[in-house]
């Protein structure tokens, strides 16, 4: 138990310990002003953001990467069992939701989260403890089900709930942000395919049921490495089984992690007998951090705040359809080691800021040369970067996917 624990339950502490809490205390109070203002900078328009970037000036790259990369205290008293809650999503509309946690839940460690979507006419009660009847927490997974109109997850509203519920959720458990995988039934299965597609860099694994084949197939492509569980009833008169078919041989063409169940005996269904099956196939996966992507923009939504490992300048060009590409090739030269980074694709692109992905994998003292189509935009050794580290925030403030090395690479 930390100090803090200490502190929060009663339990006395020497003077020593006092000093030292008081320090604790001090440096999370300005982790938590650093993390406010690292908010404001996701939430606000060019000229706002200027304003936060010049109040943080005298705050070192390292010291701001810190305060994001550590996880807000998590308090010794969040409930347990049935839970409902409230938060309010980027746009300003209030996001309903519904928890089961275990009983067993201890925030001394991390535990593994499911986002479940309902659909059309569902409701976070129904998606919580009549699609789920208790099986996430009985082995181990915090369960959440938002709430967002007829369940239309891929309109702007429903999509930044989404992302909300989930940052929401993450100030009040101790979430793995690398154990977290997204579900969903019909309207939610759609939903599924959009916030999967448009965000594959968040989750471990995708599990839409009864879904329809997306409107754009080739954003399909975005899944990359993204294992996925399909499930259809063979008797659904409402989506057809052949959509599940399709979307499941263009993942497997695509060279996607896919795996597809149809049960002969279900039609329209959340096909809960197979609950278990999918939290055991869930359970071996973990999220990938990819150093190669092909990204297509996706139908509707908001523009991406950053694809894998790159914050996008789009101008006024965004729309669907628009095809990124990134590689990060690791060369060895003369005995030395230096990294190739190419950038390319359909998209006219103003710019964009380099995040140096934060893996045991890379390295980011060492030299690079970062490539916009055939074009050398960049050659030397990246530092740290308090725009790169305020960047890598935006869109999900999720702290695994923070990069401190980067680069503001601008065009025009």
Request: glycine letters at 10%; hydrophobic letters at 35%.
């Amino acid at each position: 138990m930390s100090l803090t624990d200490h502190a929060r339950v009663g339990k006395a502490v020497t003077r020593d310990q006092a000093q030292l809490l008081a320090a604790d205390l001090r440096k999370q109070l300005e982790d938590r002003v650093l993390r406010s203002q690292a908010d404001a900078w996701a939430a606000a328009d060019a000229g706002q953001r200027k304003d936060i970037e010049a109040n943080l000036k005298t705050v070192p790259a390292a010291r701001l990467y810190e305060a994001l990369s550590e996880a807000e205290p998590v308090w010794l008293d969040a409930p347990t069992g049935d839970v409902t809650g409230w938060t309010r999503n980027d746009l300003g509309y209030g996001a309903r939701f519904q928890l089961r946690v275990p009983e067993n839940y201890d925030p001394a460690r991390k535990w593994p989260l499911h986002v479940s979507l309902h659909g059309g006419g569902g409701t976070p009660a129904r998606s919580c403890m009549v699609n789920w009847q208790g099986e996430p927490a009985e082995e181990g997974v915090i369960l959440v089900c938002p709430k967002t109109p007829k369940g239309m997850w891929w309109m702007p509203r429903g999509e930044s709930t989404v992302r909300s519920v989930l940052a929401e959720v993450r100030r009040r458990y101790n979430v793995d942000t690398d154990r977290v995988s997204i579900g969903g039934a019909s309207s939610g299965g759609f939903g599924v395919w959009h916030n999967a597609s448009k965000y594959p860099w968040v989750w471990r694994a995708a599990v839409p049921r009864c879904a329809a084949t997306p409107k754009d197939p080739e954003t399909l492509q975005n899944f990359g490495s993204l294992p996925t569980f399909l499930l259809h009833g063979r008797r659904d008169g409402r989506i057809s089984v052949q959509n599940s078919r399709t979307s499941h041989a263009l993942l497997a063409d695509a060279g996607g992690d896919t795996t597809y169940a149809e049960e002969p005996g279900f039609g329209h269904s959340f096909m809960r007998p197979r609950n278990l099956d999918v939290l055991e196939w869930i359970g071996g996966k973990q999220r990938d951090i990819a150093h190669e992507f092909e990204y297509r923009t996706v139908l509707r939504g908001t523009a991406p705040a950053r694809v894998h490992w790159l914050a996008p300048d789009w101008g006024d060009d965004y729309e669907p359809g628009l095809d990124i590409t990134g590689s990060i090739v690791r060369e060895t030269r003369g005995g030395a080691t230096e990294y190739e980074i190419h950038v390319g694709g359909t998209a006219t692109l103003r710019g964009f800021t380099l995040l140096f992905p934060h893996t045991d994998e890379l390295d980011p003292t060492e030299p690079v040369t970062v490539y916009y189509g055939d074009r050398a935009v960049f050659a030397g050794k990246l530092s740290p970067s308090r725009q790169a580290v305020l960047a890598s925030w935006a869109g999900h403030r999720d702290p695994r996917l923070l990069s401190l090395y980067g680069k503001v690479i601008q065009f025009q």
